[in-house]
């Protein structure tokens, strides 16, 4: 306390008024004074901010064990299993930072929030059985004492993949993988598919795989503010800021074979608050980078990447901000209940939402037509050119629609093989990732969550083996390639 | 600054600086069942004091394990007796009642349920479970999925039996025709758009289900959905005939137009085709508002 008092790097600080002097102030404000010595007054009770000085109740704390950068849902998802995996409870501080507690340009909450089991590595298809178990069990895993039951809105749907030709025998292949994962995925026919969904034309496809059970969509805002008020009962401090500095050490040492190899360690981060050029240093033993479509510069930050290319020092993370566009759309005479989401061989995807008639639908742009990811805007060409001949193609149905609206989010874009990056980087020792899911972070997050929870507290993944997305991948070329991707 | 050991620690009701705590974070969640103006004595504790948190965080998990219990898995019985007579025991233990192929409804009696007669019944199939009431959830679910000869479910009033258990009935698409789900709490019309599945199904009960947020319009499309099943729930015509008589205690505050729009009321039935007659029903309260609308 008494170096408290002493420190010199101070902000705006009131030490040299005292109460009750303000600048030309004529009159004499008894209810603001009144109001201000209470306050100063309850600070001093334990719990509160006591800063003799100035008010420090809206910066974040002075030291946390965990720092995690970004509050969507898988920081929030690392947060959690950290403190329901501590040996001991209260044993880890964590603090999460988000630069911005609306969530305007999230990737969470802009997701369509589908989850499914389709995809053609084992690990993923692994992450999505728990997130999925762990989504049908949330009012378990989630439950605070006192508060209403969380309702995920979840519709049990499906996913429909279809494929041409020239994709059927990946396809083929692919189920094979996930029904050794134990996901429930049946394989059609052309006629099966037409008998079972009429209002699809079937005219190219070859294949069709239909996901049974655990595969869907629901709404990530409920899933992300369920957390978040778990994570507050369990005692994490969130704050709002952005980091904008980390503060860090470097030890040279030497490999077995020789080679010189420059270890990093970060000290501390510099949390800055909104509209204001105050700053908190946050002292931490871990720093967790969470930050979605940014984590690119959050990892620049810390110092990945800067050295000759080629290296491990100089291998940069990969992973940046790409547009999505999503639009909403009503057809009369659409699909009805039964239809699931419907993903076309060209790339094109649908699903329905409500009982109105109304669909949700987009398609992944080629590398040659990404927009520009500056700004959220939508391009409705876009939809007229791209995704709608596509759709009308596939449903018949869908030639007469009317666009109702369309959102624009981020997905953070893995440029390397558009799987996750978890993990500690090899070289700046207490950075872990947990990005770059590149449009299935949502329906993974609890499972990513648990693993670098694992990785952090026991060193090595105990239930999901990760290993193939760690970040040593990048600089060894080894790429671990999600092929089915929306 | 080490908290003073005592038995009860007081908690600062301020989690963290900077938003409004663990109350203004619930409503954002569920913004219209917080409306917690007389905050009982047993809520104010648990705010305050960790100890008893603890306690009621224990006795919540120890509700959750129940209901988990119930819902174990019998393998020993499953691979000395066979899958019907297993699911059979699962429903009689949860106090439902079961039908084997050419027998009577069983039910579990006081005295318990004997393994002598299950030794007679280790081939012959279930045709029908009544399993109403019964805390029977995902997991449960299990047993009841292996009777493949299943023709009658009935779950009314199950109150673990959710969307995602919905969500595996495909199992018994084969000979599935009459499912009943009336009154569970926790079924919502994204649960019910997976039934398509069971083409066989010839009556489902979908009456009385609170979560289903348009019960006249759901029954609609189930019906379009389920073309050779004949769907029993809501009536969505029920509203608009009793519209007019109804009138008076529904909507005090509009009499001046009551005069005025009675009579017309009365040919709106006809003249509309189905959709929108149950559309306009589920808009408005009274037909005041359904016209103006």
């Known amino acids: 306390m008494l170096r408290r008092a002493l420190r010199l790097r101070l902000g705006p600080c009131l030490s040299g008024r005292g109460l009750g002097t303000y600048r030309g102030g004529s009159t004499l404000d008894w209810d603001g004074k009144v109001s201000k010595i209470k306050k100063k007054i309850q600070s001093i009770f334990p719990g509160r901010a006591w800063s003799p000085l100035y008010d420090t109740s809206h910066l974040p704390p002075e030291r946390s064990d965990v720092v ?55 690990e993923n298809v692994q992450l999505s059985l728990f997130s999925a178990e762990f989504l049908r069990n949330i009012n378990e895993y989630l439950a605070v004492v006192d508060d209403p039951p969380l309702d995920l809105q979840f519709n049990p749907s499906g996913y429909l993949l279809l494929a041409s030709e020239e994709g059927a025998a990946i396809m083929e292949r692919n189920v094979k993988i996930q029904r050794q994962e134990g996901a429930k995925v049946c394989l059609m026919s052309p006629e099966q ?43 994490v401090l969130f704050c709002q800021g952005e980091v904008t500095r980390f503060i860090s050490s470097s030890s040279h040492m030497e490999t ?11 000290h501390e981060v510099h949390v800055k608050m909104d509209h204001s050029q105050e700053f908190q240093p946050v002292e931490c033993a871990i720093v967790v980078n969470a930050a979605g479509a940014w984590s690119g510069q959050i990892a620049e930050l810390a110092g ?52 109105g008639n109304n669909y949700l639908g987009s398609c992944s742009p080629t590398e040659e037509e990404e927009p520009d990811p500056g700004n959220l805007e939508v391009d409705y060409d876009f939809f007229q050119e791209k995704v709608w001949p596509r759709l009308a193609q596939r449903v018949p149905a869908f030639e007469t629609l009317k666009v109702r609206s369309a959102w624009a989010g981020y997905y953070d874009y893995n440029t390397f093989d558009q799987n996750g990056v978890v993990g500690p980087h090899p070289l700046v020792i207490n950075m872990y990732f947990a990005t770059g899911f590149s449009g299935h972070g949502l329906q993974q997050a609890p499972a990513v969550g648990r693993a670098v929870a694992e990785m952090m507290l026991e060193g090595h993944f105990q239930t999901i083996n990760l290993s193939p997305f760690l970040f040593g991948r990048f600089y060894f070329g080894e ?7 929306l | 600054m080490a908290a003073p050991r005592a038995s009860l620690r007081l908690v600062a009701p301020v989690w963290h600086r900077g938003t409004s705590g663990i109350r203004g974070l619930s409503k954002a969640v569920d913004p219209e069942g917080s409306q917690r103006k007389g905050r009982t004595l047993l809520q104010f504790l648990t705010d305050r004091f960790y100890d008893v948190e603890a306690v009621r965080e224990y006795l919540l998990r120890k509700q959750v394990l129940k209901v988990q219990k119930k819902n174990r898995s019998f393998t020993y019985i499953e691979e000395r007796y066979g899958p019907y ?30 393994s002598l007669e299950f030794r007679k019944l280790q081939e012959v199939p279930v045709e029908a479970v009544d399993a109403s009431g019964c805390a029977i959830n995902y997991q449960g679910l299990d047993n009841l999925l292996a009777l493949k000869e299943l023709q ?16 595996r009935l495909y199992h018994l698409a084969d000979s599935l025709q009459e499912l ?26 979908i009456s009385d289900l609170p979560a289903v947020s348009n019960p006249g319009l759901t029954q609609i499309l189930m019906e379009e959905m389920l073309p050779h099943c004949e769907v029993l729930g809501a009536d969505w015509a029920q509203g608009l005939k009793m519209g007019p008589e109804e009138q008076s205690p529904d909507a005090p505050s509009a009499p001046p137009h009551q005069a005025g729009s009675r009579p017309g009321c009365a040919e709106r039935p006809t003249a509309h085709p189905s959709g929108s007659v149950g559309l306009t029903q589920l808009r408005g309260s009274g037909w005041a508002e359904g016209r103006r609308a």
């Open chain 1, 68 to 122: 995690i950068v970004g509050g969507g849902v898988l920081g929030l998802s690392v947060a959690y299993w950290l403190k329901r995996l501590e040996k001991q409870q209260g044993a880890i501080q964590v603090l999460v930072v988000e630069r911005d507690h609306t969530y305007a340009r999230a990737s969470t909450v802009l997701s369509v929030g589908g989850i499914r089991q389709q995809f053609s590595l084992p």
């Open chain 1, 193 to 235: 598919l037409q008998k079972k969904f009429p209002w699809i034309n079937t005219e190219g496809v070859a294949l069709a795989s239909y996901g049974l059970e655990n595969e869907g969509w629901f709404d990530p805002w409920c899933l992300l503010q369920g957390l978040r008020r778990k994570l507050q009962s369990m005692g």
């Open chain 1, 256 to 266: 077995a074979s020789g080679e010189q190899v420059t270890l990093k360690r970060i």
């Open chain 1, 304 to 355: 990945v990447g800067t050295g000759p290319p080629g290296t491990m020092q100089g291998t940069k993370l990969p992973v940046e901000p790409r547009k999505r566009y999503v639009y909403l759309w009503h057809c009369p005479q659409g699909p009805g209940l039964e239809a699931p989401l419907v993903a076309d061989p060209s790339g094109a995807y649908f699903r329905r939402e409500g009982l």
């Open chain 1, 479 to 485: 790429k671990a390639q999600e092929h089915c991707i």
């Open chain 2, 85 to 114: 007579v297993a699911g059979a025991y699962f429903v009689l233990k949860q106090g439902g009642a079961v039908k084997f192929r050419d027998r009577e409804w069983m039910r579990a009696n006081e005295q318990g349920l004997s």
């Open chain 2, 152 to 167: 009658s479910l009935s779950l009314r009033r199950c109150p673990h039996v959710d969307d995602w258990c919905l969500g």
């Open chain 2, 180 to 205: 009943s789900l009336a009154g569970c709490p926790r079924i919502s019309e994204r649960g019910l758009a997976c039934l398509h599945h069971l083409q066989n199904l010839r009556r489902l009960d």
